[in-house]
T-cell receptor
Framework: DGGITQSPKYLFRKEGQNVTLSCEQNLNHDAMYWYRQDPGQGLRLIYYSQIVNDFQKGDIAEGYSVSREKKESFPLTVTSAQKNPTAFYLC???????????FGDGTRLSIL | QKEVEQDPGPLSVPEGAIVSLNCTYS??????FMWYRQYSRKGPELLMYTYSSGNKEDGRFTAQVDKSSKYISLFIRDSQPSDSATYLCAMKIAGGGNKLTFGTGTQLKVEL
């Protein structure tokens, strides 16, 4: 089945540690996105990529980094510079143009 | 003031009721409007995607857009307990890197 796979489902980070969240899609979508969801707030865009080897900062990129070496993969690294990383992280993808985004089932990141 | 306003609820209705969920927005450049359904600990699932003002129907769901009032609605007919979830509205301008602006979500509970 086509879809977006995020792993792991739950992740724990120690102080000063970088962690990487995986996002893989087999929908042949060009564009991919990372969002952060906090209680009482809408989804906020961290980074997005419209094509391989290119990506742009979203509204809250500080403390995060991404890469887009393959069309189907868009990993997100939460660095130690991100002081409040506890959240639900969602990956999405879409075709180019004004096309709707489709989401994975998220990774919940917590601090040990 | 947030660009997109959505009542967080919770909204509790009896099974079989007609549910009305709403969002207001302030940016008149928004051209595309979406409704997503999100179950607990899952990613958002696209329900409706609309462009123009007016109504769009899909099964028990009807999306309504009033651009003159900057107001969108999602109606659910014959509501079922399986409709219990958080409903997110999202919108975007034409082009703009396909960046979505989300409401905070309305929590809906349909009771037997």
């Amino acid at each position: 089945d086509g879809g977006i796979t995020q792993s792991p489902k739950y992740l724990f980070r120690k102080e000063g540690q970088n962690v990487t969240l995986s996002c893989e899609q087999n929908l042949n979508h060009d564009a991919m996105y990372w969002y952060r969801q906090d209680p009482g707030q809408g989804l906020r865009l961290i980074y997005y990529s419209q094509i391989v080897n290119d990506f742009q900062k979203g509204d809250i990129a500080e403390g995060y980094s991404v890469s887009r070496e393959k069309k189907e993969s868009f990993p997100l690294t939460v660095t130690s510079a991100q002081k409040n990383p506890t959240a639900f992280y969602l990956c999405a993808s879409s075709r180019q143009g004004n096309q709707p985004q489709h989401f994975g089932d998220g990774t919940r990141l917590s601090i040990l | 003031q947030k660009e997109v306003e959505q009542d967080p609820g919770p909204l509790s209705v009896p099974e079989g009721a007609i549910v009305s969920l709403n969002c207001t927005y302030s940016n008149s450049a928004f051209q595309y409007f979406m409704w997503y359904r999100q179950y607990s600990r899952k990613g958002p699932e696209l329900l409706m995607y609309t462009y123009s003002s007016g109504n769009k129907e899909d099964g028990r769901f009807t999306a309504q857009v009033d651009k003159s009032s900057k107001y969108i609605s999602l109606f659910i007919r014959d509501s079922q307990p399986s409709d219990s979830a958080t409903y997110l509205c999202a919108m975007k301008i034409a082009g703009g890197g396909n960046k979505l602006t989300f409401g905070t979500g309305t929590q809906l509970k349909v009771e037997l």
